[in-house]
């Protein structure tokens, strides 16, 4: 699979995993406990936070909760999103579990993991998804295509919008977009409709000195004068095989209509 060698197998575990193992158990009961000793604080403050009990009804079989603009929100993703801010545990969902974006007003459709929560960009036509509980990101940006008729220029102009787009505030980080020359793509014909599949990695450097590094697998296309480009993003150090295998799904699903 082309888009699978883009974004390479994940590392195999190093002699490290056990002792990893064992720290993760040690933390999990360390959190179990510290929640047994906490219940009645954290459950009063989940109560009191706006919008936890119209969820849980949600959960329980009453109204599904809102979608926004027409992205669907299941009942369970969204209370999750307020178990998960106060550190209490989760509803499983699965991560082979996807749903279909498809908004009418919208040129492009892609499919998503369902535990990700979606918006619309407010600052540009796009979206953004994410995935609360580990920062993955997914976004699609769409903007005139460059007027340079190379591949270059295009490829250039895909990675400037996912990484560093028009009005981005970047806070107290540092992000730059990576040399070209660092970045991998191979281009292939979809039902007569040419997309250019890409991959990099980018670095951010916090306020605090520290570097986050990130792998980018995302998809390009340019139709009627218009570019269109789904992104996603995974932090490095949490990369997997089922990471992989989530986001190619997601970009091999990304269809321009």
Same mark, same amino acid.
């Given at each position: 699979m082309a888009v699978a060698s883009l974004a390479g197998r994940a590392p195999a575990p190093g002699a490290g995993a056990g002792a990893g193992a064992r720290r993760g158990d040690r933390a999990r009961a360390s959190a179990s406990?510290?929640?047994? $000793? =906490? @219940? #009645? +604080?954290? @459950?009063?403050?989940?109560? $009191? $936070? =706006?919008?936890?009990?119209?969820? #849980? #009804?949600? /959960?329980? =079989?009453?109204? +599904? /909760? +809102? #979608?926004?603009?027409g992205i669907p929100l299941d009942a369970d993703v969204a209370l999750n999103a307020v178990l998960s801010a106060y550190g209490l545990p989760r509803f499983r969902v699965s991560p082979r579990d996807f749903r279909t974006y498809d908004v009418f007003n919208n040129d492009y459709t892609f499919e998503y993991p369902r535990s990700w929560v979606g918006r619309p960009n407010r600052e540009r036509p796009g979206c953004i998804f994410s995935d609360f509980n580990t920062a993955d990101q997914l976004k699609v940006e769409a903007f005139r295509a460059p007027a340079e008729a190379g591949d270059d220029a295009f490829l250039r102009a895909a990675v400037d919008a996912l990484v560093v787009p028009p009005g981005l505030s970047s806070g107290d980080s540092k992000l730059e977009a990576p040399d070209v020359r660092r970045v991998?793509?191979?281009?292939?014909?979809?039902d007569g409709t040419p997309y250019t599949y890409i991959a990099f990695v980018t670095n951010t450097t916090t306020r605090s000195g520290y570097d986050v590094k990130r792998k980018n697998l995302a998809v390009a296309a340019r139709v009627r004068g218009q570019a269109y480009v789904l992104g996603t993003s995974v932090r490095s150090d949490m990369w997997s095989d089922e990471k992989a295998a989530q986001v190619i799904r997601v970009v091999e699903s990304f269809r321009v209509r």
């Amino acid at each position: 699979m082309a888009v699978a060698s883009l974004a390479g197998r994940a590392p195999a575990p190093g002699a490290g995993a056990g002792a990893g193992a064992r720290r993760g158990d040690r933390a999990r009961a360390s959190a179990s406990a510290s929640g047994r $000793a =906490g @219940r #009645a +604080p954290r @459950r009063a403050l989940l109560l $009191a $936070a =706006g919008g936890a009990l119209p969820l #849980a #009804a949600s /959960a329980l =079989g009453a109204a +599904p /909760a +809102p #979608a926004e603009e027409g992205i669907p929100l299941d009942a369970d993703v969204a209370l999750n999103a307020v178990l998960s801010a106060y550190g209490l545990p989760r509803f499983r969902v699965s991560p082979r579990d996807f749903r279909t974006y498809d908004v009418f007003n919208n040129d492009y459709t892609f499919e998503y993991p369902r535990s990700w929560v979606g918006r619309p960009n407010r600052e540009r036509p796009g979206c953004i998804f994410s995935d609360f509980n580990t920062a993955d990101q997914l976004k699609v940006e769409a903007f005139r295509a460059p007027a340079e008729a190379g591949d270059d220029a295009f490829l250039r102009a895909a990675v400037d919008a996912l990484v560093v787009p028009p009005g981005l505030s970047s806070g107290d980080s540092k992000l730059e977009a990576p040399d070209v020359r660092r970045v991998r793509s191979e281009s292939r014909d979809v039902d007569g409709t040419p997309y250019t599949y890409i991959a990099f990695v980018t670095n951010t450097t916090t306020r605090s000195g520290y570097d986050v590094k990130r792998k980018n697998l995302a998809v390009a296309a340019r139709v009627r004068g218009q570019a269109y480009v789904l992104g996603t993003s995974v932090r490095s150090d949490m990369w997997s095989d089922e990471k992989a295998a989530q986001v190619i799904r997601v970009v091999e699903s990304f269809r321009v209509r």
